[in-house]
Structure formats: C-alpha cells, structure tokens
C-alpha cells in the first residue's frame, strides 16, 4: 500500500519458474502499470495486506 519508487499501481506480469517443475512457485514479476518497470517479489509477499492490497482503491 505505500507506493515502490513513486508507482502504486502494479499487476503480475509473469510468474517465475524454476529449472525443477516440480518446485513451488516462489517468484513472480510485477510490472508498474505506469512506467513499465518490472521487479522481482515473493509471490507470498501479495498475501500481506498491509502491503498489497488488491484492485483499484
């Protein structure tokens, strides 16, 4: 909910994988809906609502 380098807006643009498909999912990338610009989380990172927060609000 506070903003990444001046951007609030963010969607999963992709979901990393690793070499082993049966590992668990651990990475995806999201993408600033304003400037383009991609950083790696935790994808249990998005589960934390006093940092995500879901939707246009």
Do not use: N
């Amino acid at each position: 909910m506070q903003p990444i380098a001046k951007q609030k807006h963010f969607l999963v643009s992709k979901v990393i994988t690793l070499e082993i498909p049966e590992q668990p999912i651990e990475l995806v990338e999201i993408e600033s809906v304003y400037s383009k610009k991609t950083t790696r989380i935790a994808w249990r990172d998005l589960m934390d609502t006093d940092r995500w927060i879901q939707g246009w609000k």
